[in-house]
């Protein structure tokens, strides 16, 4: 993958993160840091996927989303959920879900069941990213 590529898809979901942080009336001081968590989650899965697969690099990613989220939380005095979701949404399996509707309607009800197992996957991958590094920031407040 080229530099242009990859500065290419930071930006877009630099964008995107930022685009549903303005829809989630995020206050504008956070809005900058929002899109940054969600561009670096993506960054990170797409440094991933081609090592490990698409449900690893999706759990590695919602665990970068939520340790940058806690972290900046912490110094902007600021819910992680306020940077945590807005971060995710690069993350979140939409065209899988399209897809697996799409199939259906055509009565490929075997490559609809496959996308369906493969969003609840990625979707739990998402999930158990997020959870695990808040529990262990919680872990660590005690």
């Known amino acids: 993958m080229s530099f242009l590529d990859i ?12 685009g549903f942080s303005i829809l989630f009336n995020l ?10 968590v969600g561009a670096m989650g993506w960054l990170g899965y797409q440094f991933v996927v081609p090592i490990s697969g698409s449900i690893m690099a999706t759990f590695l990613a919602a665990a970068i989303v939520s340790l940058l989220a806690e972290v900046l939380s912490r110094i902007l ?24 509707m ?4 055509h009565g490929n009800n075997v490559n609809g069941l496959d996308e369906v ?9 998402i999930a158990l990213g997020i959870a695990v590094v808040g529990s262990l920031f919680r872990l660590k407040k005690r």
């Open 102 to 105: 799409e199939y259906f309607l």
């Open 77 to 100: 005095k600021t819910p992680a959920s306020t940077l945590t979701v807005p971060g995710i949404i690069p993350l979140v399996p939409g065209m899988r879900v399209y897809r697996s």
């Open 27 to 36: 206050s504008a001081k956070h809005l900058f840091f929002a899109s940054l």
């Open 117 to 125: 197992a493969m969003t609840l996957l990625v979707s739990g991958a």
């Open 7 to 18: 500065s290419r898809q930071f930006m877009a979901a630099f964008l995107a993160s930022g």
